[in-house]
């Protein structure tokens, strides 16, 4: 079963439910956590776990070789991203922008560009009992997530089977869709202000455009208004948990501190989220 835990916007709490469900669910499953904001991983600041593997990922960028290059121009007509122009004599690669189609190194009749390895990231293993905890994180500079996440993905289906959880970036762009178009549940956090109204509804477009079963949290339940509430029953989106607005929550979290086995109410709540998902999902 796969998991992801995903918003319209940031700041909602999805690395606090992300971190405190997979840590429930881990009390008597073997449960894998997979933090997915690469740009920004940190997940790993609320688990005490132990480091047992790590590696750099790498994407295929072309290099022209200039000796070999006739200028014939098929790999500027062939690259859909820009990521390499010719200009007078040169071929110009922005690495930034390439995709790792291998169009231009493929097309090139006189095999110009080759592919070569480019750093963008390195992957860490963590294991705390029955709970394993992957996370990658970004070269700084790198502009591209996507191959981050998909290589951190490929990486834990290929080691682990059972439940796998995905912390996944903000928002509702590429990152967040290559993080949760293969889940088999989607859970939207939001909180019950103009704000978190707003952008769950562009993430209910976006889950909804992918056909994936969700369900919503609020979480800071009882600040703003009931907007949300009336916006789920409206469109019939069941409301998993409401997790309650509280100072002494804040203060655990600010102390990298999980809440489920502090604060009673929290453990009812995620309680409330295993039995509907467990319910509803049905992994072949």
């Known amino acids: 079963m796969k998991i992801a835990i995903a918003s319209g916007k940031g700041g909602t709490g999805k690395t606090t439910l992300s971190t405190n469900l997979a840590s429930y669910l881990a009390e008597s499953d073997n449960v894998v956590l997979v933090d997915l904001d690469v740009e920004e991983p940190n997940s790993g600041l609320f688990l005490k776990a132990e480091l047992i593997f790590s590696e750099e990922k790498f994407k295929m960028i072309p290099e022209w070789i ?3 290059c006739t200028l014939c121009g098929e790999c500027q007509k062939n690259c859909n991203f820009h990521a390499i122009i010719q200009l007078g004599t040169m071929i110009l690669v922005f690495p930034e922008l390439c995709h790792s189609c291998y169009a231009c190194s493929e097309l090139c009749p006189t095999d110009a560009l080759p592919m070569k390895e480019k750093k963008i990231g390195d ?16 070269v700084i500079g790198e502009e591209q997530a996507v191959p981050l996440i998909k ?15 995905y912390d996944s970036p903000p928002g509702t762009s ?11 549940f989607v859970i939207l956090v939001t909180e019950p202000t103009p704000f978190g109204l707003n952008d769950l509804k562009l993430a209910v477009e976006t889950v909804s455009e992918l056909n994936i079963n969700f369900g919503v949290v609020i979480n800071r339940y009882g600040i703003g208004n009931n907007d949300v509430i009336e916006y789920c029953n409206n469109k019939e989106i069941p409301i998993l948990a409401k997790i309650f607005d509280s100072r002494k929550i804040a203060e655990l979290y600010s102390k990298g501190e999980l809440l489920y086995n502090v604060i009673p109410e929290v453990r009812v709540e995620l309680k ?13």
Do not use: M, W
Not at 123 to 129: A, D, G, M, R, V
Not at 151 to 165: E, P
């Open 66 to 68: 200039k000796d070999k």
């Open 174 to 184: 590429c990152p967040v869709i290559e993080a949760v178009k293969d889940a088999d």
């Open 123 to 138: 992957l860490s293993h963590y294991k705390i009992n029955n709970l394993d905890f992957i996370e990658s994180r970004l």
């Open 272 to 284: 409330k989220i295993k039995d509907y998902i467990f319910n509803a999902v049905k992994v072949v």
């Open 151 to 165: 290589q951190t993905i490929k990486y834990a289906d290929l080691h682990f089977k059972g439940i796998k959880i």
